[in-house]
């Protein structure tokens, strides 16, 4: 009788391992996030534009330089934003915050432009759009080594600024002019064998979704880059829907900051740090259609990041936790051990949520806080974990879950699984 009963259950155990084999798919690895998002960039508009001239061969500023750019790194940011114009005059300046920007080992988000586009620095006015793409392919192939895979480069931010296109009547001209633009540097950096962001044009928020047509988009591969101050955080989420919803299309933020006085009026250093959380939150709840970040600026403006001494304002503490977040990853199982895909995980709060791969694997990318983590779903109970996000930590958290009903072949195999511990 016994001899029997150990003859059926190895028949059961490899019926029920044939069911379970025959369910099996290939394995997929899911890449596990580290940060909320793929460009991470910090400005340096105020010292990199703005004083090229006074400070273009003041060797001694370069400590200046280097402790701004240690700054923007210490924050989680992988771009610096370097505004140095692009004429001759400014070469040598640039040149150096070039060299110290790959010591730093950030990338370089090129913001600059051509003096006499919008007419800085006393130049004369007198850039035609034709001009401009013409001096733009020059400068990127006569310069290789400024180039390194990876960086970007925004040909003319905000270029409508020169003031060449109004509203409406050559909105067709601007948007022609963005296409040609972005063929005109793939062409150049593909020249110089460097595989650098050319599909990056900032824009005036209000602009772009005013003026910018499917055309455009498409051939920006579907990212519009707007630089958007806003009053209420909301408008980012406002801004981010329009753009997914009628273009599919996905946003960089190539300025945003806080405050800007005309805008938010004035704010003390507290007030600052609570606003650009709120901002970011918004940017974070969405950030599935955000492809990056552009904070506008490190130093010296209302917006600024650093006092005028160095020191760190709250807000830079706002920043770290959302450029260096948390990451929590793990598996998910049932009780009898088999890894569960598809499986829904959210923070409590709904700004966050991932599914288990075919392995059963999950990870989420969680800016620091104190967070509840919300697992099951797709048949099995939910559990819910309370949990401390630390930035850079990486927390595994293993989950074991029961299903919702107890079908006859799952009880099978418990009653197998049971017995096997027993022999």
Not at 48 to 55: F, H, I
Not at 69 to 74: E, G
Not at 304 to 325: C, H, M, S, W
Request: proline share 4%; net charge positive; hydrophobic share 35%.
């Amino acid at each position: 009788m016994k001899k029997k009963f150990i003859a059926l259950i190895i028949f059961l155990i490899t019926i029920v391992s044939l069911l379970n084999f025959s369910t099996k798919e290939k394995i997929i690895s899911q890449e596990q996030p580290k940060y909320l998002w793929s460009i991470r960039s910090i400005d340096t508009m105020k010292t990199s534009r703005d004083k090229a001239r006074v400070r273009l061969y003041d060797l001694n500023f370069d400590k200046e330089i280097n402790k701004e750019l240690q700054a923007i790194k210490n924050m989680g940011a992988n771009y610096v934003a370097i505004d140095t114009p692009y004429d001759d005059e400014f070469l040598p300046y640039l040149t150096r915050w070039i060299k110290l920007a790959r010591k730093t080992e950030l990338k370089v988000w090129f913001r600059g432009n051509w003096s006499n586009w919008e007419g800085w620095f006393d130049y004369p006015k007198n850039l035609t759009p034709e001009r401009h793409q013409a001096k733009t392919a020059e400068f990127i192939e006569t310069h290789p080594d400024f180039f390194k895979d990876g960086d970007i480069f925004d040909p003319c931010p905000e270029c409508e600024n020169a003031g060449f296109w109004k509203q409406p009547d050559d909105n067709a001209k601007y948007n022609e002019f963005i296409q040609n633009q972005r063929i005109v540097l793939k062409n150049s950096f593909n020249k110089i064998n460097k595989k650098v962001y050319t599909n990056i044009f900032s824009i005036i928020g209000g602009r772009a979704k005013e003026v910018l047509d499917k055309k455009t988009l498409d051939a920006l591969d579907n990212v519009v880059t707007i630089d958007h101050y806003v009053k209420n955080p909301s408008s980012m989420t406002e801004y981010i829907s329009y753009f997914s919803k009628n273009f599919q299309t996905k946003i960089l933020f190539g300025e945003f900051g806080a405050p800007i006085p005309d805008i938010n009026g004035p704010m003390d250093e507290n007030q600052q740090a609570l606003f650009i959380d709120k901002v970011l939150r918004e940017l974070y709840k969405n950030k599935t259609n955000v492809f990056g970040i552009n904070y506008n600026v490190l130093t010296l403006g209302t917006t600024k990041l650093l006092d005028d001494d160095g020191t760190e304002r709250q807000a830079v503490d706002v920043v770290k936790n959302y450029f260096i977040p948390g990451v929590i990853k793990g598996t998910v199982s049932n009780t009898l051990g088999d890894k569960l895909k598809n499986v829904p995980i959210k923070t409590s709060d709904g700004l966050n949520s991932t599914t288990t791969d075919s392995q059963g694997r999950y990870a989420m990318s969680i800016p620091a806080s104190t967070v509840n983590i919300v697992i099951g779903g797709n048949k099995y109970k939910t559990k819910k974990q309370k949990m401390i996000i630390t930035r850079k930590a990486e927390i595994t958290q293993n989950i074991i879950l029961e299903p919702e009903k107890i079908g006859f072949i799952y009880r099978l195999r418990l009653i197998i699984k049971d017995v096997n511990k027993k022999l």
